[in-house]
T-cell receptor, first 112, second 110 residues
Framework: DGGITQSPKYLFRKEGQNVTLSCEQN?????MYWYRQDPGQGLRLIYY???????QKGDIAEGYSVSREKKESFPLTVTSAQKNPTAFYLC???????????FGQGTRLTVV | GENVEQHPSTLSVQEGDSAVIKCTYS??????FPWYKQELGKRPQLIID?????GEKKDQRIAVTLNKTAKHFSLHITETQPEDSAVYFC?????????FGTGTSLTVIP
């Protein structure tokens, strides 16, 4: 399954609550990414990390936070500041350079 | 940053016909161009990629062409089958960042 795992597959939260999405990879990849997918808008980059203890904002970072304490793990927290958090979230990882990115199976977050 | 545009957003073809999806990019420094297929409810998976030192690459029924001068690249699927129905994303890579197109929903009609 590509060695990158997201959990849970479905997540429901009440408005105003923070929620953390898990992403773990055993591919020994340095770079990890979080994308948000909405209908008709493709994949939009939230945050990415090229090395442990370092991460960069993507195009839509507002209302999200990440950490990269271990090479294998890149959790994403959707905070109450994110105005429209209901979406499909995809995590990806890759080796450095021009190489294929491997995606997790995604987490569908619904905020009610 | 890089800007990737993808057309068309939806495409319907009869089984056995060919399908072509086109993408343009803005930054001439981009040097790696993957194509991903995403079936309904599943993760995107790489189907073919091309690097900037190559003009064309083929893998069975799938081919990708790259025109660096015009900054566009295209995905060609021949002899389409119902299982080709999915959303296809192009991307341009600059350093370690991928910039994705907005996707093409392909439907192959049996």
């Amino acid at each position: 399954d590509g060695g990158i795992t997201q959990s849970p597959k479905y997540l429901f939260r009440k408005e105003g609550q923070n929620v953390t999405l898990s992403c773990e990879q055993n591919l020994n990849h340095d770079a990890m990414y979080w994308y948000r997918q909405d209908p008709g808008q493709g994949l939009r980059l939230i945050y990415y990390s090229q090395i442990v203890n370092d991460f960069q904002k993507g195009d839509i970072a507002e209302g999200y936070s990440v950490s990269r304490e271990k090479k294998e793990s890149f959790p994403l927290t959707v905070t109450s500041a994110q105005k429209n958090p209901t979406a499909f979230y995809l995590c990806a990882s890759k080796r450095q350079g021009n190489t294929e990115a491997f995606f997790g199976q995604g987490t569908r977050l619904t905020v009610v | 940053g890089e800007n990737v545009e993808q057309h068309p957003s939806t495409l319907s073809v009869q089984e056995g016909d060919s399908a072509v999806i086109k993408c343009t990019y803005s930054d001439s420094a981009s040097n790696y161009f993957p194509w991903y297929k995403q079936e309904l409810g599943k993760r995107p998976q790489l189907i073919i990629d091309i690097r900037s030192n190559v003009g064309e690459k083929k893998d069975q029924r799938i081919a990708v062409t790259l025109n660096k001068t015009a900054k566009h690249f295209s995905l060609h699927i021949t002899e389409t089958q119902p299982e080709d129905s999915a959303v296809y994303f192009c991307a341009a890579s600059l350093g370690n960042q991928f910039y994705f197109g907005t996707g093409t929903s392909l439907t192959v009609i049996p």
